[in-house]
């Protein structure tokens, strides 16, 4: 049975960092592609980042470009989303995906997902 976790989300003010982890447990995310997805109130699900296996390709929501990085650990079956300079826009709760093959920032095509874990931005 395929899981992923999430883990990080809380509460920080803006300017300020969050590392948000997804372990993943019954496929090894080495041959996946890994992505992570928000949803804010009211919103529908977006793109946020993702890369290919063996790391080989990043991609970027224009929204996020420079501020968030997301990384993988193929020893420990983990990928993580470094978030950097949050801004309140960035509110939201944040999924991890995984998909064998299709196209990065498409979220119908992504296989399996996380329950989320809550962002919020906020003074």
């Known amino acids: 049975q395929v899981q992923l976790v999430e883990s990080g989300g809380g509460l920080v003010q803006p300017g300020g960092s969050l590392r948000l982890s997804c372990a993943a447990s019954?496929?090894?995310?080495?041959?996946?592609?890994v992505g992570w997805f928000r949803q804010a109130p009211g919103k529908e699900r977006e793109f946020v980042a993702a890369?290919?296996?063996?790391?080989?390709?990043?991609e970027y929501a224009g929204s996020v470009q420079g501020r968030f990085t997301i990384s993988r650990d193929d020893a420990t079956n983990t990928v993580a989303l470094q978030m950097n300079s949050l801004k309140p826009e960035d509110t939201a709760v944040y999924y991890c995906?995984?998909?064998?093959?299709?196209?990065?920032?498409?979220?119908?095509?992504?296989?399996?997902w996380g329950q989320g874990t809550q962002v919020t931005v906020s003074s």
């Open positions: 995906a995984a998909t064998e093959v299709g196209v990065l920032a498409s979220s119908a095509d992504y296989q399996y």
């Open positions: 019954g496929l090894s995310i080495s041959t996946y592609i």
């Open positions: 890369n290919t296996w063996l790391g080989q390709v990043d």
